[in-house]
């Protein structure tokens, strides 16, 4: 818990190995719990809720969310978690398992409390060291950028890593039709972040709590065909997995005034209707109204899925105030827009 107020910003880790035994197709996902654990206890973090499909496994954590599939990992933390501290100990375990890494990226915003971050997340320049102590060093392409115009508030820092034959490999690699949303929120509307707290006394569980705010907030409208997994934390917070085939969302909620935020990152396909994710996020838009937003794509390829978002959120009176974008070994174009709420004459 940070001095001022808890740190809603995530940190986001994505790892990605070869060498999975086909005779099996579990790869990572034979990882056992203890030592699942054991990682999540270095981070600073616990698992709190989780479910599971035969494509990946999925957690709800006490600070945000961790995705295992049978060559690749996402964990994303917030408050003043050390979710770098678990690049080692994953690495390790999937030596052990016959597993290669091959590709590294890590991102988060801007902190709103930075003060209080620990070790290495006190800088990103100590994040991008620390990064590159513990890497192996097959992991030669690599790249860090801090994204963002000169006078924004918040900016989108990046760091990827990949080994050649990864990169020679990404022309024919399935990865290659697949982007990543990430949408972080702040200054959210206060009748609907008083949706995420719980009454005193309520009797409810962590589940039931988290279920009950899924209705009334509206998350479960957002894909009426993902299987959720949610979370109420007591006295107010909210976590959720959407789990739909091969495909994860996740949305997490930090509701207190002053310091309010929200965020939903997603995963499509290049090929799929576009309108499907323009929905999408005129939803998410419509659940929390903030007051400002940053929407991040990363997509492999050269496709632009980042066209049209401005068009679509501008009638909910949000308007673009910058927009860059940049090219990363193994991860591809990555697009950074922020919006800020039109004020009410």
């Known amino acids: 818990m940070a001095v001022s107020g808890f740190e809603g910003f995530e940190k986001r880790l994505e790892l990605q190995f070869s060498g999975d035994d086909p005779s099996t197709g579990k790869g990572l996902r034979l990882l056992d719990f203890p030592s699942l654990e054991k990682v999540l206890h270095a981070v600073q973090c616990t698992v709190v809720s989780a479910v599971a499909n035969k494509h990946f496994d999925s957690y709800v954590l006490s600070e945000s969310s961790l995705f295992v599939y049978p060559t690749k990992i996402i964990i994303k933390t917030c408050g003043t978690t050390q979710l770098l501290q678990s690049v080692r100990p994953l690495v390790d375990h999937a030596i052990i398992m016959g597993l290669t890494l091959c590709r590294c990226t890590y991102t988060r915003g801007t902190f709103i409390f930075p003060e209080s971050q620990p070790y290495p997340h006190t800088s990103f320049r100590d994040e991008i060291l620390h990064l590159e102590e513990n890497l192996p060093k097959n992991l030669s392409c690599r790249k860090a950028k801090v994204m963002g115009s000169k006078s924004g508030?918040?900016?989108?820092?990046?760091?990827?890593?990949?080994?050649?034959?990864?990169?020679?490999?990404?022309?024919?690699?399935?990865?290659?039709?697949?982007?990543?949303?990430?949408?972080?929120?702040?200054?959210?509307?206060?009748?609907?972040?008083k949706k995420f707290y719980r009454r005193v006394g309520d009797g409810k569980t962590g589940d039931s709590a988290g279920m009950e705010m899924t209705e009334l907030t509206g998350i479960n409208r957002v894909n009426p065909n993902a299987l959720i997994c949610d979370y109420g934390f007591d006295p107010c917070g909210y976590s959720m997995n959407g789990v739909d085939g091969d495909r994860y969302s996740t949305i997490h909620v930090t509701p207190e005034d002053g310091f309010s935020y929200a965020s939903f990152e997603c995963v499509g396909s290049v090929y799929d209707d576009r309108e499907e994710f323009f929905e999408v996020l005129r939803k998410v838009v419509g659940i929390f109204r903030p007051a400002?937003?940053?929407?991040?794509?990363?997509?492999?390829?050269?496709?632009e899925v980042w066209r049209g978002v401005a068009k679509k959120v501008e009638p909910m009176g949000m308007?673009?105030?910058?927009?860059?974008?940049d090219e990363f070994p193994a991860a591809g174009s990555v697009v950074f827009q922020t919006f800020a709420a039109r004020r009410k004459k």
């Open 319 to 325: 308007r673009l105030r910058s927009r860059v974008a």
């Open 153 to 193: 508030a918040y900016k989108w820092h990046v760091f990827t890593a990949a080994d050649e034959g990864h990169m020679l490999s990404m022309v024919d690699a399935r990865v290659d039709d697949l982007y990543t949303v990430e949408i972080c929120m702040t200054g959210l509307d206060r009748v609907q972040a």
């Open 292 to 303: 400002e937003m940053s929407v991040s794509t990363t997509c492999a390829g050269g496709h």
